[in-house]
Every structure is written in C-alpha cells, then in structure tokens.
C-alpha cells in the first residue's frame, strides 16, 4: 500500500507508482470522486479526444458548409 503524509495546507503527494499507473504528469488534474465510501482519484481529460461522442450533430456539414456559415458570420 502506497501512503502520504497530509500538510498543513491539506496537500498530499500522489506515489510515484500511482502516478505512473494512472499516467499523470506535473501540471495533470485529478479528480477526487466518493464511491460507496471510498474516495477514488482520476485522472481529468482536457484534450479533444476525451470530449469526442459528447455532442451530437443535428446534421452532417461539409467543408462547404463551414466556410459559408463562416462567410455569413464575417458579414454580420
């Protein structure tokens, strides 16, 4: 079991060996959810892959599409 000791500040440090299992580097976000209990650190998604599938297109759009609403955009 890998420990730590809690500052004044309430800061911890993540073990190494969680860090690596968890693929978190300096400057990374975590999380810190409750489950059944337990409080389970995960790492945070800020690229764009993690948001791919969240939002559903009414319709589809072409390249076309995109350089016309850009075009009316620019006009207003």
């Known amino acids: 079991m890998d420990t730590s000791t809690l500052t004044q500040k309430g800061q911890v ?3 190494a060996a969680i860090r690596a299992k ?7 976000r975590v999380a810190f959810v ?10 945070v998604q800020n690229d764009i892959k993690a948001a ?7 319709r589809s759009a072409n390249l076309k599409d995109f350089e016309a ?3 009316t955009r620019a006009t207003k």
């Open 13 to 15: 440090t993540i073990p």
């Open 22 to 28: 968890l693929g978190l580097r300096a400057g990374d």
């Open 34 to 43: 409750e489950d059944g209990g337990r409080i389970v650190v995960k790492p």
């Open 52 to 58: 791919f599938g969240l939002v559903k297109a009414r």
């Open 69 to 71: 609403a850009i075009r």
